[in-house]
């Protein structure tokens, strides 16, 4: 069973911290997504990742980074935190380019920032 | 620019009764389509779609793409409380690309 974790369900920090949001998948994917959910948004894409020190940016990259030292874990940052941010982060990831295209999601993280 | 855009918004039913659930797309190099089911938390594969006409099926929901009109339906039979949730479609273009989602229909089934 593929299995994709977040390092937190719930999480409440204030204006101006920095935020790590990090992400494991135990299926050797090589490519790894960070989103956004909001209502009425949908689904947004933050930031992605091919490979391991790769990233791309997606949809909605502004106010975020990325990190991707190693294969297994994808880390959003968010360098200063601000309410706007408040959301829920889902985390995502999928075979390469050759496999199967169904990609798999983390649990989520529900970030208020107050 | 790609587009995936799903119909209803939302939409409330009671037990037994069927849905159907849209979505069209605008995508350069169609690939697949994909429906989740997101009920509190993570999003749940349900099907991928890759050619016209065929239908695929689990127990009650079943799915087909139409790719010369660019769309997709999602149908429940008999649905029950357990169905409600939001159901997202996606499309997959050629290459590595991510997936572009469509914004979800909340379906809200009542007893």
């Known amino acids: 069973d593929v299995k994709v974790t977040q390092s937190s369900r719930y999480l409440v920090k204030r204006t101006g911290e920095k935020v790590f949001l990090e992400c494991v998948q135990d299926m050797d994917h090589e490519n790894m997504f960070w989103y956004r959910q909001d209502p009425g948004l949908g689904l947004r894409l933050i930031y992605f990742s091919y490979d391991v020190k790769m990233k791309e940016k997606g949809d909605i990259p502004e106010g975020y980074s990325v990190s991707r030292e190693k294969k297994e874990r994808f880390s959003l940052i968010l360098e200063s935190a601000s309410t706007n941010q408040t959301s829920m982060y889902l985390c995502?990831?999928?075979?390469?380019?050759?496999?199967?295209?169904?990609?798999?999601f983390g649990p989520g993280t529900r970030l208020t920032v107050t | 620019e790609d587009k995936v855009v799903q119909s209803p918004l939302s939409l409330v039913v009671h037990e037994g009764d069927t849905v159907t659930l849209n979505c069209s797309y605008e995508v350069t190099n169609f690939r697949s389509l994909l429906w989740y089911k997101q009920e509190k938390k993570a999003p749940t594969f349900l099907f991928m779609l890759?050619?016209?006409?065929i239908e695929k099926k689990s127990g009650r929901l079943s799915s087909i793409l139409d790719k010369k009109e660019l769309f997709s339906i999602l149908n429940i039979t008999a649905t029950q409380t357990g169905d409600s949730a939001i159901y997202l479609c996606?499309?997959?273009?050629?290459?590595?690309?991510?997936?572009?989602f469509g914004k979800g229909t909340r379906l809200s089934v009542i007893a």
């Open positions: 995502a990831s999928r075979p390469g380019a050759a496999g199967t295209y169904e990609q798999y």
């Open positions: 890759t050619s016209s006409g």
């Open positions: 996606a499309v997959r273009s050629s290459g590595n690309t991510p997936l572009v």
